[in-house]
């Protein structure tokens, strides 16, 4: 069974600072992906990263998957109210025309104005 | 166009009674997943269909079933509720087709199931 460990489960930031939320397996993963969640609606996929060592920028978040694929990080610059949400990691696994996306527990994030 | 939509949105059941949850996929996505979220395990797997197929399955008891009709809309069914299957019940769905970046799905907002 694989499994994604996320941290911080929870985390409460002033605007303008910046953060880090990480995920880690023991288990290797053919992508992993990082979803945001907000109330009351589903995830949303934000980055899908394949290569180890492969970094990602989406504006003011930076998506890092590590070397041995069995980790990532996601960094957020200068948080602003609108990050506020749950950030989920997901590790895909594919093969024979199938797939399985396996969830990390998420990262509740508050943004305080 | 239209996102993944799912019905209904909320549904109070007691225990022993069954229900059925249904969602459309995105116009021309042919595959459909089932997740559980709860705040204890988080969003956990349930099945994956595609044209009709399960194509996939996760660690769930018999009570959870899905099927998925030719116009690619998809029901999963549980049956003899239990107060352990209260949770955010999502869908998600995705053109199917096996890449190296993997599934690129869109979810729904789910369907909130409360056990009394």
């Known amino acids: 069974t694989q499994l994604l460990e996320q941290s911080p489960q929870f985390l409460s930031i002033q605007e303008g600072e910046n953060l880090t939320v990480y995920c880690n397996s023991s288990?290797?993963?053919?992508?992993l992906q990082w979803y945001r969640q907000e109330p009351g609606e589903g995830p949303v996929l934000l980055v899908t990263?394949?290569?180890g060592g492969e970094v990602k920028k989406l504006k003011r978040l930076t998506f890092q998957f590590g070397d041995a694929r069995k980790d990532s990080s996601l960094h957020i610059t200068a948080a602003q109210p609108g990050d506020t949400g749950l950030y989920l990691c997901?590790?895909?696994?594919w093969g024979a025309g199938s797939y399985q996306l396996t969830f990390g527990k998420g990262t509740k994030l508050s943004v305080i104005p | 166009k239209a996102g993944v939509t799912q019905t209904p949105r909320y549904l109070i059941k007691t225990r022993g009674q069954q229900v059925t949850l249904s969602c459309s996929p995105i116009?021309?996505?042919?595959?459909v997943s089932w997740y559980q979220q709860t705040p204890g395990q988080g969003l956990q797997f349930l099945f994956e269909?595609?044209?009709?197929?399960?194509?996939n399955k996760g660690n769930f008891p018999g009570r959870f079933s899905g099927r998925q009709f030719s116009n690619s809309r998809s029901e999963m069914n549980v049956s003899t509720l239990e107060l352990g299957d209260s949770a955010l019940y999502l869908c998600?769905?995705?053109?199917?087709?096996?890449?190296?970046?993997?599934?690129?799905?869109?979810f729904g907002p789910g369907t909130r199931l409360t056990v009394l």
């Open positions: 998600a769905s995705s053109l199917g087709r096996t890449s190296g970046r993997g599934p690129e799905q869109f």
């Open positions: 116009s021309g996505h042919r595959s």
């Open positions: 269909y595609f044209s009709e197929t399960q194509r």
């Open positions: 288990s290797v993963f053919s992508s």
């Open positions: 990263v394949v290569t």
């Open positions: 997901a590790g895909a696994l």
